[in-house]
């Protein structure tokens, strides 16, 4: 989406308003967004629930009772308010109500990603990057700032450690004698735009950059074996489920006989790995786990119960398993393609 330029006020300087007091990930995310931004490097942040002052204002996020895109507006608290990337863009399946942060990310997102990345802003990379840091790291922040929760219903336990909660931490204590918020806040500012930066980073010159090896593995798979079920990887490391996922469906092998069920690959200390294909890309389901017996054994007992030399070991939950050689663990991939 196209941004819209903000004035400058008389000031000369942009300011950005958000609320004062106690600070949440969502506006704190919002202003580190905005002043990735070239044009609003430089931008003041005012921390006022004053309308009076917020009006002076060249942006607004998270407070003011108004979401005005043409005005710079970008409040989520009104009760008219129900606006996800879905109903804001048709192209984009999420349905999550948007906080201040996604606000800004779905108006000004790519063209900050663009920027990072250091390409134009057509790039198809920006899209693929624009989504994924989106799915994987905003829509979070938007649903917990909106009191959406992951499940229905009382969940197996609870998540203490995530972006919002950690800046929830930052802010001053109840019993603490300086009640000075705006520390917190510019620390909470620095630590959502350092995690910000950390997923752009990953999904535009990391994750990305192993596309075309999953490809290039999918095209070679008969050659590593004859079923066409497995994929091999020159190294571990390369985060390939996502793409397998993707790929399979451009390359139409979403049947029954066409999914890809292993991978192989090497460790950083040389040992083969053979790891299952998940039913999802976030799954804990495999589409065929290694053999029941195996799960949980190791070194020598492996070998002797699976009959293959070089067995290392089976994951209790059968997703991966290890062997000392390439033709040990093809041996493994043998067996375990016998349980189809």
Known sequence: MSSISASNGSSGKIRIGTHNGSFHCDETLACSLLKLL???????????????????????????????????????????FNSSMNTLDSNKRWVTKLSSAGLVYCYFGKEIIAHLLAVKDDDKLVDKVYDKVYENFVEEIDAIDNGISTHDGEGRYGISTNLSARVSHLGPNWND????????????????????????????????????????????RFTV?????????????????EHLFELEKENDLTGAGGNILYVIYTDQNSMWRIQCVPVRSKSFENRLSLPEAWRGVRDQDLEKLSGIKGATFVHSGGFIGGNKTREGVMAMVEVALKNM
């Not at 044009?39 to 942040?45: K, L, M």
């Not at 005005?68 to 507006?73: L, M, N, P, S």
């Not at 959502?192 to 999904?203: Q, S």
């Open 225 to 241: 074996h004859k079923s066409g079920k497995l994929l091999e990887f020159a190294q571990g490391g390369v985060p390939w489920k």
């Open 38 to 80: 070239p044009r609003y490097s430089d931008a003041e942040i005012v921390r006022t629930r004053d309308l009076g002052v917020l009006d002076t204002c060249d942006l607004v996020v998270d407070v003011g009772g108004v979401f005005d895109r043409e005005k710079h507006r970008y409040d989520h608290h009104q009760k008219t």
């Open 177 to 220: 004698d300086n009640q000075d918020f705006d520390v917190g806040f510019y620390k909470a500012m620095d630590l959502t735009k350092t995690e910000f930066l950390d997923r752009v980073n990953y999904y535009g010159n990391v994750w990305w950059a192993a596309r075309d090896i999953v490809n290039k593995s999918i095209q070679e």
